[in-house]
């Protein structure tokens, strides 16, 4: 397969904040949207298997949407290392579900985390609309994918990673710099590649490639990224930078995620990829509030 190490240089340092197309949808800078993961894999680091069964995933899509999911994010590969999933097993994994989604719920956005670009052809082909690269363009292809479908791009940063592997003693001399630098450069590829600017987004990839004080780094630094003008992508849900921080283990991970996620909102970024939807979206809610950019649901206290 063909893959890259690094990204074109050249790229806008900015660009003026815009809608963010989706599928059919469009999205404003102010809005800020849950991405709810659905994970067809039997040995996820959260509750490893609770979505492989094709029926559990789709009770899981529906809870999902009810809790009030913008988006749905379906994998088919764990992050982590462990037993090779092919192509082919990644595709049987996710192009059936995602196909379900689509008729279920057609103005649903559904993203794919694939990094390969077979399986990116066949979930677009299933009517997947956003591309969500967690391996930061090891499959230049994928942006090629995206670009003949129409669908939206995640452009993430892993350092020097390859998929699905951990980091060793990662070192940067400015960790913000780098992802910057790396997300920036990987947009403006998927631009030339075709890819339509409202439909790119930056993910600066938290844990990924970084030990815990990057990824806390990058969530106290966000609002540089988010300065970038690109729409930012934060997934820090139960990751191990949060449970490292609190000596929690990953079942009790959602306090923790819960205040990365209002940092991040606060500081601009505008979604959020979550295990717990609707605690995430109470959480940006209140942001929301909080900024003045949404009303409370009821507000009766002093007014009777």
């Given amino acids: 397969m063909d893959h890259v190490a690094a990204a074109p240089s050249g790229a806008p340092a900015a660009r003026e904040p815009g809608p963010l197309r989706l599928g059919w ?26 979505t492989w069964d094709e029926g559990a995933a789709l009770e899981r899509v529906h809870a999902a949407v009810a809790e009030g999911a913008d988006i749905l994010d379906v994998g088919g590969v764990p992050a982590k290392p462990g037993p090779e999933v092919t192509v082919a097993e990644e595709i049987r994994r996710v192009v059936p579900l995602v196909a379900s ?35 930061s363009g090891w499959d230049p292809k994928v942006a090629d994918v995206a670009a003949q479908f129409g669908a939206g791009l995640v452009c993430s940063h892993v350092g020097t990673l390859t998929p699905r592997t951990r980091p060793f003693r990662p070192f940067f001399t400015d ?4 992802v910057t630098e790396r997300v920036l450069g990987l947009a403006e590829r998927a631009r030339r590649a075709g890819v339509d600017p409202a ?10 490639g970084k030990n815990t004080w990057h990824s806390l780094e990058l969530t106290r630094r966000l609002g540089e990224l988010t300065a970038t003008g ?3 992508l934060l997934s820090a849900s139960r990751k191990d930078f ?6 929690a283990p990953v079942e009790d991970r959602l306090a923790g995620t819960l205040a990365v996620t209002a940092v991040g909102a606060w500081l601009g970024a505008r979604i959020f990829r979550a295990h717990d939807v609707r ?24 007014l009777a």
């Fill in 199 to 208: 439909r790119i987004v930056i993910d600066p990839a938290h844990d990924f």
């Fill in 175 to 178: 960790v913000m710099a780098d």
């Fill in 242 to 247: 949060v449970g490292e921080t609190l000596g």
């Fill in 230 to 232: 690109w729409p930012v």
């Fill in 101 to 135: 989604v689509r008729a279920a719920y057609p103005d649903l956005v559904i993203s794919a985390d694939t990094w390969r670009h077979e399986p990116a052809r066949a979930v677009c082909e299933a009517g997947a609309d956003l591309l969500n690269d967690t391996w």
């Fill in 25 to 50: 949808r469009e999205f404003s800078p102010e809005q800020r949207l849950v991405m709810a993961i659905v994970n067809r894999t039997p040995d996820s680091f959260y509750r490893p298997g609770v």
């Fill in 279 to 302: 605690a995430t979206r109470q959480a940006l809610d209140m942001v929301a509030a909080i900024r003045g950019d949404l009303p409370p649901a009821r507000g009766v206290r002093g």
